[in-house]
C-alpha cells in the first residue's frame, strides 16, 4: 500500500523548510482529487494558511520600512546644518561689527560641539538637540542679528524627524516576537503532518487510486530533502541556527 514517508521537518533550514512545504501545498492544491476532498480540503487550506504566515515571518527583514524615511530626514538635516555653519562662516569677515561679533560667537559654538553629520545617527541626534537648543535660547540673539531664524527653525524640524523616526523603529523592532519564524515553522510542520496522516488513512480505507500521484509526488520530494538538504546539507547559517533556538 502507498503512504507518505516520514521527514523531519524541523530538520530544515529555515529556507528549505519553506521551500520543501511550498512544494508539498503547491501540488495539492493542484491534484483537484487531493485539493476537493471532504476530509483533505480543509487540512490543505490549514496548511495553506500556515505556510503563509511562516512566509510572512521568513520575510521579515532587519531593514525597517521606516530606515529609508531616516535616511532621508538625516540627509536634509545634514544640509541645513551645513548650509547653517557656511552662513556662519561668511559673516565672519562682514564689514558691520555686530554681524561680524554674532558670527565670532556661533562659529566658536560650532567649534565647541564639532558636530560631524558623518557620526553615528543617535549621537549626532543628540548632539544638535543640544546645539539647537542653545541657538534657541543662548544664542537667540546671535542668530536674530544674523537672520538665521529660519535655518535654526528648519534644523530644528530636521532633527526632531530624525529622532521621532528612530524612535517609531525602535518600537517597531521590539515589537517583532521572538521565535516568531520558530512558532510558525512548528504550526506550518502540524499541518502538513495533519494533511499526512489524513491522506494515508484514506488511501488505506478508500484505496490509493485517487491520492497515489499525490503519495508518489510527496515521497519523491522527501526523498530528495533527505538526500540533499537533511543529510548532505552545508551548514545552516548562523541567522538560520539562531532563529530556530
Not at 527583514?61 to 529609508?68: G, I, R
Not at 538637540?129 to 530636521?158: C, H, M, P, R
Not at 521565535?179 to 488511501?203: F, H, Q
Request: charged share 25%; net charge negative; no cysteine.
Amino acid at each position: 500500500m502507498k503512504e507518505i514517508a516520514t521527514i523531519s521537518p524541523e530538520r530544515l533550514n529555515n529556507g528549505a523548510h519553506y521551500q520543501f512545504m511550498t512544494s508539498v501545498l503547491n501540488y495539492a492544491v493542484a491534484d483537484e482529487k487531493i485539493a476537493e476532498e471532504t476530509h483533505l480540503k480543509p487540512l490543505v487550506q490549514n496548511l495553506t494558511t500556515a505556510l503563509a504566515k511562516e512566509d510572512e515571518d521568513l520575510k521579515i527583514s532587519k531593514k525597517s520600512l521606516l530606515t529609508d524615511d531616516i535616511a532621508e530626514a538625516d540627509n536634509l538635516r545634514d544640509s541645513l546644518y551645513r548650509a547653517y555653519k557656511k552662513a556662519v562662516k561668511t559673516y565672519l569677515d562682514f564689514p558691520i561689527a555686530a554681524q561680524a561679533q554674532a558670527a565670532k560667537v556661533l562659529n566658536q559654538h560650532i567649534k565647541d560641539y564639532g558636530i560631524d553629520p558623518a557620526m553615528q545617527l543617535n549621537q549626532e541626534t543628540g548632539l544638535l538637540t543640544n546645539f539647537i537648543s542653545d541657538l534657541s535660547t543662548k544664542y537667540t540673539e546671535q542668530v536674530t542679528t544674523l537672520g538665521l531664524q529660519s535655518f535654526v527653525a528648519e534644523l530644528s524640524s530636521a532633527n526632531n524627524k530624525v529622532q521621532t523616526l528612530t524612535a517609531q523603529r525602535t518600537m517597531e523592532r521590539t515589537g517583532i516576537v521572538k521565535g516568531a519564524l520558530k512558532a510558525s515553522r512548528i504550526a506550518t510542520d502540524t499541518a502538513y503532518r495533519e494533511l499526512v496522516k489524513m491522506t494515508n488513512a484514506l488511501a488505506l480505507v478508500l484505496g490509493e487510486a485517487d491520492y497515489a500521484n499525490f503519495i508518489d509526488y510527496v515521497n519523491a520530494e522527501i526523498s530528495h530533502y533527505k538526500q540533499e538538504v537533511i543529510n548532505g546539507r552545508s551548514t545552516s547559517t548562523k541567522e538560520e541556527e539562531v532563529e530556530k533556538k
